[in-house]
């Protein structure tokens, strides 16, 4: 009977043991793939939180990762030298780390630091987050400064977008970064407004730059400068699915100019508000002769007017008519007013009868009476007058 119960009991310790140590490998949301790559997924709990990333994480880095890919987090802020610590004497300088993945974490707040010791990193992946890089009160501009071997950036949803500054500070970022080998620059849905000159030139600096990601923004104007021709391996922009009602001329000029040094240019435009007037023409004359490669171009429809729906590429000159707005409702706006100015006049007129009628009755009488005396002196004077030898 002893032995039995110390069975139970040992067993019972025993399992104890498992489970503690069970909920500790699992509680823990990082995977070792390699030695080379951390994997930390946290499948929407709160493992990967700001603790986490605080405290946790530097004891998981080792100098010899390649990859480092830590998503579906908790936190706000990536700390300086959030993964590893290059200027001081016993830090980790992540000279081997080439990718570095932080989707979907709701990171708000990036110090200018933060990536500054991964001198090697190709990759850097900060897409589906909500970065306020408008309200950095230290005005950094050199988050991308220490990574000049960078080829890949994802930003695609990765900024707060209740307002549209976070555009304009970015690119003073843009500004200030080496971007000589980026190849890819992703920032879809960013509720970006416009591409104007400024972002334009920063745009002009990556010499290296091949594809251009700007889809599902709110872009209704574009200012592609003419610097930006000379990005002789730029093979695709997309820009599907933001709000153009046509393409200005210097765009088309320098995308016939990107043509000339690459065949293979493509030029993604589905998905816009396209105006079907007369200010489409010269866009509907491009689409049908330049040699860039306009994605579904034959996909292209009016968003609105009489041509609602009708593919761009079919329409005819007769049927791509502008009425002007500002003659228009100068016009009406002038027979508006006509009409209502007769219109009081003959009030007032009705008004002025009827009030004074018997008034006007006897002027007009006496008016009758004068020229009545009038022709009767006049006719009585001819009557009385003497005959000459003419008569």
Not at 56 to 64: D, E, F, Q
Not at 128 to 140: A, G, P, T
Not at 310 to 333: F, K, W
Request: glycine share 4%; charged share 20%; proline share 2%.
């Amino acid at each position: 009977m002893g032995n039995h119960t110390c069975v139970q009991v040992c067993s019972l310790v025993f399992l104890i043991m498992v489970s503690f140590l069970t909920k500790g490998i699992l509680s823990d949301p990082c995977r070792p793939i390699t030695n080379q790559i951390l994997w930390c997924n946290g499948t929407g709990n709160s493992d990967i939180n700001q603790t986490f990333i605080d405290s946790i994480l530097k004891n998981k880095i080792t100098p010899g990762l390649k990859e480092i890919h830590i998503f579906n987090g908790n936190f706000k802020e990536l700390p300086p030298n959030a993964f590893g610590d290059c200027a001081s004497k016993h830090g980790v300088k992540l000279n081997s780390l080439t990718e570095l993945v932080l989707s979907n974490n709701k990171i708000t707040t990036i110090h200018g630091k933060t990536f500054h010791c991964m001198p090697n990193l190709q990759k850097l992946f900060l897409d589906n987050n909500r970065w306020e890089i408008h309200k950095d009160n230290k005005n950094h501009t050199g988050y991308f400064n220490n990574l000049p071997n960078l080829v890949e950036l994802d930003l695609t949803s990765a900024f707060f977008v209740a307002e549209g500054l976070h555009i304009i500070r970015f690119r003073q970022v843009l500004e200030n970064s080496s971007f000589s080998k980026l190849e890819t620059l992703r920032l879809g849905n960013n509720n970006m407004q416009f591409v104007d000159d400024a972002f334009g030139k920063a745009l002009c600096t990556m010499d290296s730059l091949k594809h251009v990601n700007l889809q599902l923004n709110s872009l209704f104007k574009l200012a592609f400068t003419h610097c930006f021709q000379m990005s002789k391996y730029l093979e695709k922009i997309d820009l599907s699915n933001n709000t153009l009602s046509t393409l200005d001329q210097r765009s088309m000029d320098v995308f016939d100019f990107i043509r000339e040094s690459n065949e293979n240019f493509t030029v993604n435009l589905l998905g816009q508000q396209w105006s079907c007037d007369c200010n489409i023409k010269e866009f509907r004359n491009w689409m049908q002769n330049t040699k860039v490669h306009l994605i579904g171009k034959d996909k292209y429809v009016c968003h609105d007017g009489a041509n609602f729906n009708r593919r761009i590429i079919h329409l005819t000159d007769a049927e791509m008519v502008c009425n002007d707005p500002g003659v228009d409702s100068s016009v009406q706006a002038g027979v508006v007013v006509m009409i209502v100015l007769f219109v009081l006049i003959a009030v007032a007129l009705i008004v002025v009868v009827v009030l004074y009628r018997s008034r006007l009755t006897s002027f007009a009488r006496g008016v009758r009476k004068s020229f009545a005396r009038e022709n009767h002196v006049q006719y009585s004077s001819v009557d009385n007058a003497p005959l000459t030898a003419e008569a």
